[in-house]
């Protein structure tokens, strides 16, 4: 039974292979051209310390996409690592109101322990997503914290969901018989095993399937705990030997893309739809190098057979026979033009500009030779190009940064006592990082537009209020400008406030009245006495 779900699993792992490999070719382009330290990817080798930069002859793009990838970090992990809160799309009590304040506060906690390891892991993700157009983070529980580790995406192959969401993950790597010995035992198995014993350093293959419970027990698996939603499975390939069969509440293994065409499984990063002009600028830059040095350092053009050669071309070098009887040079350098000042210089910065676009540097390059900006126009400014990767920062939300924080929420649940049922409510998440502003930025320029224009309006009549529902406008602008909600009072609270001062104010017209009626009535006791006399 093993050996028959071993062969389905690698049966569907090899047809994964197959949808990959259309990428493969692109991404070991990038790897080649734009970040040689990230290794080979044909052949899913992570490398030790070595670099391979001999194929690169121009690092723009390499810059660009470290540039880019710092404008990601800073604007959308860093702020919403540290600045994000729970909400409800129900109606908000004050029970719920601070138990999701509480919440929020341990999910925080938990990022920012000392043996969290998420932000430097979230450097090379990033870094992996704005190359291949994919990553893989990997979410590992132990005890009671979670450590994270970036998968080289070479080792990562995925499929979807009829959402299209991965939901089914192979992870192959290798590792020697003596680690797999440490981390597993005698459950590698009787092949591994006796090999182990005359070759512990031999290296085999390691696959981890993870998918959907349903799946797995549709290919004739057996779930142990019902309650696990993803069936997780190591083994040995070539041996058919299952190592470990477990599972898990959330799939640990969480994958995001740049940009994903219909139908496409694997997304295209920002360097892989630039390869092909970073290419043509290698090659540029290459012909130009190899111009300019044979320019400054050309040839030397002798007659035949001179009986001082080597020349001496260092400087203050003497070539006695330089010059024949006739005074005239026997040694004379060979005739080169350099490229400078050709159309090649005028292609090169084209090209480079062309990439430097594409990492979107162009757009958040500092302008140079003019008035420096103040603080105000520097942050509109920083607001309108951090617009321009809002799509983009939107599906890394999505696709990842939203499910780990709710793996995180689901763990600190436990951590905190809550007074609401607050399990039963659909949280949502709200962020409050720079691009999360920056998104909001054009409805808030829209309201603004609203008020200001509905201002004139309100002075000709003031009865113009009532089609404004003014509350929720507020409530839509604090959050928009990411307002904290202890900042905000709630509609209960407002409420409270508006019929104690609405009892307040009844009270005030009611003792006025009764001070209205005795003065009349001291008024008419006064004047029928006048009467009488």
């Given amino acids: 039974m093993s050996t028959n779900l071993v062969d389905i699993i690698v049966t569907s792992f090899n047809d994964s ?22 290794g080979d990817f044909l052949k899913a080798v992570v490398p030790g310390g070595e670099e391979r930069t001999d194929m690169q002859y121009d690092s723009t793009a390499t810059i660009a996409a ?37 919440l929020t506060k341990a999910t925080l906690g938990r990022f920012k322990s000392a043996k969290n390891n998420f932000n430097l892991q979230a450097q090379e993700f990033i870094g992996d997503i704005v190359h291949f157009g994919y990553a893989c983070m990997q979410m590992k529980k132990i005890g009671n914290k979670t450590m994270y580790q970036t998968i080289h995406p070479a080792q990562i192959w995925f499929e979807e969901d009829e959402f299209g969401q991965a939901d089914v993950v192979y992870r192959e790597y290798k590792l020697t018989l003596r680690q797999a010995h440490q981390r597993w035992g005698e459950d590698i198995g009787p092949t591994s ?44 390939p070539d041996d058919k030997h299952i190592i470990k069969s477990s599972g898990f509440k959330n799939i640990p293994y969480k994958i995001a893309r740049w940009n994903k065409r219909s139908g496409e499984v694997y997304g295209i990063g920002v360097s892989g739809t630039i390869i092909s002009y970073v290419k043509l600028l290698n090659v540029l830059v290459e012909i130009y190098s190899k111009s300019e040095e044979k320019a400054m350092d050309p040839a030397m053009l002798t007659i035949d057979e001179l009986p001082f050669l080597p020349l001496e071309t260092f400087p203050g070098g003497i070539n006695p026979g330089g010059l024949n009887e006739d005074g005239k040079p026997t040694i004379q350098p060979f005739p080169t033009v350099g490229t400078r000042g050709s159309k090649i210089d005028i ?35 920083r607001d309108k190009r951090l617009t321009l990767i809002s799509p983009f920062s939107e599906r890394l939300k999505t ?88 900042n905000i009072k709630s509609e209960e609270e407002v409420a409270e406030e508006r019929d104690a001062q609405q009892q307040e104010q009844q009270q005030i017209e009611q003792a006025a009245q009764l001070e209205s009626s005795a003065k009349s009535a001291k008024d008419l006791n006064a004047a029928g006495i006048n009467i009488a006399e």
């Fill in 17 to 38: 292979k197959t949808e990959r490999s259309s990428y493969d070719t692109r991404n070991q382009d990038v790897v080649d051209y734009i970040v040689p330290q990230r």
């Fill in 66 to 102: 470290q540039d880019l990838t710092s404008i990601l970090i800073s604007g959308l992990i860093k702020d919403a690592w540290f600045k994000f809160e729970f909400e409800s799309q129900d109606e908000q009590t004050l029970e719920l109101k601070a138990d999701l304040e509480r």
């Fill in 193 to 236: 095993m006796k090999r182990l014993l005359s070759s512990p350093n031999d290296k085999i293959n390691i696959l981890h399937c993870v998918m959907p419970s349903e799946d797995f027990k549709r290919i004739g698996g057996t779930m142990k705990n019902k309650n696990h939603k993803y069936a997780s499975m190591i083994l040995i």
């Fill in 347 to 381: 292609i090169i910065a084209m090209v480079t500009k062309a990439i430097e676009s594409a990492y979107f540097v162009e757009q958040f390059r500092q302008r140079e030779g003019v008035q420096p900006l103040t603080a105000t126009e520097t942050l509109d400014n």
């Fill in 399 to 486: 696709e990842w940064l939203e499910k780990i924080i709710m793996v995180e929420a689901g763990m600190a649940f436990n951590d905190v006592k809550l007074v609401s049922k607050i399990e039963e409510q659909e949280l949502l998440i709200r962020y409050m990082g720079t691009l999360s502003f920056t998104e909001n930025s054009e409805r808030l320029l829209s309201y603004n537009r609203f008020f200001a224009n509905a201002a004139s309006f309100l002075q000709l009549d003031p009865e113009a209020i009532q089609n404004l529902k003014v509350d929720a406008s507020i409530r839509n602008i604090a959050e928009l400008a990411g307002v904290p909600l202890d």
